[in-house]
């Protein structure tokens, strides 16, 4: 009913920036909050950023000042503006939107694949 399609991801140098997006499209009647995650090979999964359909954000601390993330609501797509990156943030990335769907009365998160960010050193 809902899918979620990242793109942006790829291979960057240390102090060096990429864009990640995230469409989520099909039987959406609103869209509230929605986000990024990370997971590292070993590691658990771990917020990095989110936005509300109000603009409210909130980050971890090892991205602040370095991401920024955006959001059209218009398009149901989210931004993550990736800047210095270092290798510690090579991870894959992980889109999600918390949706009500049309003709639902309750919300759901979904989940996109997940583009893989590898920043070397």
């Known amino acids: 009913q809902v899918q979620l399609v990242e793109s942006g991801g790829g291979v960057v140098q240390a102090g060096g920036s990429l864009r990640l997006s995230c469409a989520a499209s099909?039987?959406?009647?609103?869209?509230?909050?929605m986000g990024w995650y990370r997971q590292a090979p070993g590691k658990q999964r771990e917020l990095v950023a989110s936005?509300?359909?109000?603009?409210?954000?909130n980050y971890a601390d090892f991205v602040k000042c370095r991401f920024i993330i955006s959001r059209d609501n218009a398009k149901n797509t989210v931004f993550l503006q990736m800047n210095s990156l270092k290798p510690e943030d090579t991870a894959v990335y992980y889109c999600?939107?918390?949706?009500?769907?049309?003709?639902?009365?309750?919300?759901?998160?979904?989940w996109g694949h997940g583009p893989q960010v590898t920043v070397s050193s």
């Open positions: 999600y939107a918390n949706i009500v769907l049309k003709k639902s009365i309750g919300r759901d998160d979904y």
């Open positions: 099909g039987n959406i009647f609103f869209t509230t909050t």
């Open positions: 936005i509300t359909s109000g603009g409210t954000t």
